[in-house]
């Protein structure tokens, strides 16, 4: 490369880290504003952790795997042993895994009195490990198991075990029937409570900040469009196209621990 071109390149790099660093003041401005900030996660805010997302090209969980034959509700009844290999092995990788610094940031924005709650998609419990206080768990967690026959709830720890235990790789109940992990499964419906919980927060937000989230999987992806019918800001945090970027107060597409570290330091 000509010392030209190399002068152009690191041009080029400063005016895209100037543009970053005035997005980040321009978030940092709208947190402040807002009487009511809530953050709406999904697995993007997790990647750092080393939990790869469900749908990023050559890493997704779903290009390894066919969700429907996996995580599915159906896939459960008629296949607990099939669907324990794929959820056994997710329980295991999840184990060892602890909060990063964009979990850490909310965190702090709570203390701080700047964010209200977490509407969170994931199931990693994550935010939970992190410290986030008012947490809306949308797709469940797998902190729990149930029988969906006696309705015995099982905590992770103990459905560990009896995962373990099982000739098939099956967690039973003590009546004999398989567990099923506390979590949405395609072709369930969402919690009522946690959904109208979400949905009421999304409401009454000044702020809504999406964090890791491709904002396309519904009812979830519906909570961008209600805080913006009335009236408040939305701010997308995520690396990747969204349907909203275009009704977005401002939209940061780097890495989201970076990102938040630099909102927190901003404030």
Known sequence: MSPASEE????????????????????????REANSAVALTGAGISVPSGIPDF?????????????????????????????????????????DKRPNGAHEALVELERRGLLDAVVTQNIDQLHRKAGTRNLVEVHGTIATSSCLACRARFELEEVRGRLGADAEGV?????????????VLFGELLPEDALARAQALAAQADLLLCVGSSLEVYPVAQLPSIALQTGAGLAIVTQGPTPYDADAAVKLDGD??????ALVAAL
């Open 256 to 261: 989201v621990e970076a990102e938040l570290r």
């Open 8 to 31: 152009r390149s690191r041009e080029a790099g400063r005016v895209r880290e100037a543009d970053r660093v005035s997005r980040v003041a321009r978030l940092a401005e709208l947190v």
């Open 171 to 183: 967690p039973r109940c003590d009546c004999g029937e398989p567990l099923k992990p506390d979590v």
């Open 55 to 95: 749908r990023s090209p050559g890493t997704g969980i779903w290009e390894k795997v066919d969700p429907m034959e996996v995580a599915h509700i159906d896939a459960f009844r008629s296949d607990p042993a099939q669907f324990w290999s794929f959820y056994g092995q997710r329980f295991a990788s999840l184990r």
